[in-house]
């Protein structure tokens, strides 16, 4: 049987959902291929999205026109902002989720896209032809390599036409993006039991990573790993530290509803020397350290295990036992993450007092998968070495439900892009989608798996993003809506309603910025706030820059600001009320950062707009350092910004290049 599509998405996880929606949403016949339809969008590790950098990614999603943040408030048990107690540009959104909500909730959005369509089955290879006029294309100035490995480069340029399955099915596509997860020869570690799987009691993917590699495209092997899962009436909860959420219920979605299910808290709980003791009796078992696990796994989720073995004198370890849901006894240990011996794993949480009566439904344990060097990309996410052949998600060596349909949907944007070349309904004049590191953590997560490649599963943190100042959750739509609607994913509904945010923003700013006080109006009300009388009149703005200043607490002894905030915002929600206000506090208060930060991505952009791709032979550059000509000639950036944040490349290496294309 064959078929045909404009797009074929492998993989129906976070990446892959993503990335079907937004070529479909574009007008690209897509089909999305899954080993099984029940567990679209699983939640292969904790029911939670978002939390540090990460959940900046998911509001950005949503601005653009995504899924996941819609999905994530219509299965929300629990919402929280964390570092409030830092400055907004650390604030990050996170949300627990009712797991088995959290999919049939992404099954319905697929289920209800246009020109999308869903097939259960295994991708077993990919369809490939030659590129035609390659002879042609390679004389041609600026014209990158296929291949990055010299030793590959005669050989035939290729492009993907399609896949085919274990059953036989043959799918023709103009454009595949590969989103297989950790499934691709994925192989789970209990202790010293080994076992074929790409998550718990589901298969491994085999033979496709083999059909990718056979173009010259680099692999590695990465891990990664899950705790136990708890019966929770065997939890004494008495013992434990309850964690609720905010009062003020919050959400991912600029546009999305909330949801009635009942919410939930999450505990905590510690681990003690008899755990550790334990725990430490079972390490000649352990996968990590027998020389059973060879691949490296997420430095910043460790297992158990690696924390005793990195921090040998830390007394006890915090753990957050999370819900799974509002209808299941189900609870996920946060904190746990294990492939010790059953056994191990059961007795050692036993010591801890709330667990004394333990019962699980399953352990924890790890699982090597195979990853595709992502310095063979560009920045579309298209690979350099095959023609319309996309990567996304943890394939391309990232961790994280929210780094993955990050990249999904940049990679189904320019996947449509690709499929709409020489049409009449050609998008984006067929230039890629691209997002700049000062434009969203989408851009730096690109960014820096292109540019700098990884040897470890890649997490983002806000210190990830030099410009975090302008990359704030509160802000994304403001950055990425407009973007979004004229490339055609936003829709109009979401534009207008930025468009009117934008608006009011403006004009709240604008009042306080020139409505004075006069110290007899406020002296009594900031002293009240435990803050400097006012000995003179004062713009509304300039006492805003205090930081016991805020509009919640000055609002209501400030007629005429309650009367303009009314009369900016008369039919209002509340929802909508806070996220304007908010949002005008914070360019209030950081007014000078966001300016000079504003200025220095202005002067980076110079570099951003410099082409260089085909301009140099590096191998022959004597003028700069050798690791300089290996690491260009092997990354091939586009531009010398791109260039400049190459490892290895340093500042007079671009001074050099600089001078010479001046040349």
């Keep these: 049987m064959e078929f045909s599509y404009d797009v074929v998405v492998v993989g129906a996880g976070h990446a892959g959902c993503e990335a079907a929606c937004a070529a479909a949403n574009l007008g690209a016949k897509t089909c999305l291929i899954t080993m099984d339809m029940n567990k679209i969008a699983q939640m292969s590790c904790n029911p939670a999205v978002g939390g540090i950098a990460k959940g900046q990614i998911v509001r950005e999603i949503d601005a653009l026109g995504g899924q996941m943040g819609l999905v994530t408030d219509r299965a929300s048990i629990q919402f929280r902002m964390l570092n409030r107690s830092k400055g907004p540009a650390m604030w990050s959104p996170r949300a627990q989720c009712d797991r088995e909500k959290f999919i049939w909730t992404w099954r319905n959005v697929l289920d209800q896209t246009k020109n999308l369509s869903i097939w259960q089955d295994q991708v077993r290879s990919l369809i490939y032809e030659p590129v035609d006029n390659q002879e042609e294309d390679e004389g041609k100035e600026g014209k990158i390599l296929v291949s990055e490995n010299p030793s590959e480069k005669s050989k035939t340029a290729q492009k993907v036409v399609g896949v085919c399955t274990y059953t ?29 799987g790409g998550r718990c009691a589901e298969p491994a993917s085999l033979e496709l990573t083999e059909s990718i590699t056979s173009t010259g495209i680099r692999q590695g092997r990465m891990k990664t790993g899950t705790p136990v899962r708890i019966d929770k009436r065997s939890v004494d909860f008495s013992l434990m530290e309850e964690q609720p959420g905010d009062e003020i219920g919050g959400g991912f979605s600029y546009i999305g509803a909330r949801n009635n299910l009942k919410k939930l808290p999450c505990w905590i709980v510690y681990t003690n020397e008899e755990v550790h003791e334990v725990l430490r009796s079972g390490f000649a078992d352990s996968p990590l350290y027998n020389g059973q696990i060879q691949s490296i796994g997420p430095r910043y989720c460790p297992s158990i295990e690696t924390k005793l073995h990195t921090f040998p004198d830390k007394q006890q370890h915090m753990l957050f036992l999370e819900p799974e849901g509002t209808d299941t006894n189900e609870m996920y240990l946060n904190g746990f993450s294990s492939s010790l011996p059953i056994d191990v794993q059961i007795k050692a949480l036993r010591r801890i007092p709330a667990f004394r009566n333990l019962e699980v439904y399953r352990p924890g344990y790890a699982i090597e998968y195979d990853y595709f060097d992502p310095t063979q990309l560009k920045h579309s996410l298209e ?28 990679a189904g944007v320019n996947a449509a892009i690709n499929s709409s070349k020489d049409t009449e309904n050609e998008l984006n004049g067929g230039e890629p989608f691209v997002l700049q590191r000062n434009e969203a953590y989408i851009g730096v997560l690109i960014d820096d798996l292109v540019t700098k490649g990884v040897d470890e599963p890649y997490r983002m943190f806000t ?76 713009k509304l703005s300039d006492l805003l820059g205090r930081p016991q200043i805020s509009f919640d607490n000055i609002t209501e002894h400030i007629r005429p600001l309650k009367k303009a905030i009314d009369s900016i915002m008369p039919d209002a929600s509340d929802k ?60 091939q950036p586009v531009t010398l910004g791109q260039a400049s944040r190459i490892p290895g490349v340093s500042p007079s290496d671009i001074n050099i290049m600089l001078v010479l294309m001046g040349r």
Excluded at 383 to 410: D, M, P, R
Excluded at 466 to 473: A, G, H, K, W
Excluded at 519 to 537: C, F, K, R, S, V
Excluded at 600 to 624: H, T, V
């Design 576 to 635: 909508y009320r806070r996220e304007v206000v908010e949002a005008a506090e914070i360019r209030i208060k950081y007014a000078g950062y966001i300016g000079r930060e504003q200025q220095a991505a202005e002067k980076m952009m110079r570099l951003e707009n410099i082409k260089i791709a085909g301009k140099f032979d590096y191998p022959n550059l004597s003028q700069i350092s050798i690791e300089a000509r290996q690491k260009l000639q092997a990354i």
């Design 383 to 410: 690979s350099k070495v095959v023609e319309n052949l996309f990567f996304a998600g943890q394939v391309n060596g990232t961790t994280g439900y929210e780094e993955a349909a990050g990249q999904g949907l940049i």
């Design 168 to 196: 036989d099915t043959v799918f023709h596509a103009k454009c595949v993006i590969i989103t297989a997860g950790t499934f691709l020869n994925g192989l789970m570690h209990i202790g010293r039991t080994k076992l074929p």
């Design 463 to 538: 210190s990830r993003a030099e410009y975090r100042i302008l990359l704030r959750q509160d802000d994304a739509d403001m950055r990425l809506t407009e973007k979004s609607y004229r490339l055609g994913l936003a829709t109009k509904e979401r534009y207008e309603r930025t468009e009117r945010k934008r608006n009011d923003i403006e004009a709240l700013i604008e009042f306080c910025n020139n409505f004075s006080l006069k110290p007899a109006l406020i002296n009594e009300t900031l002293e009240t706030l435990g803050t400097t009388p006012l000995t003179q009149g004062i």
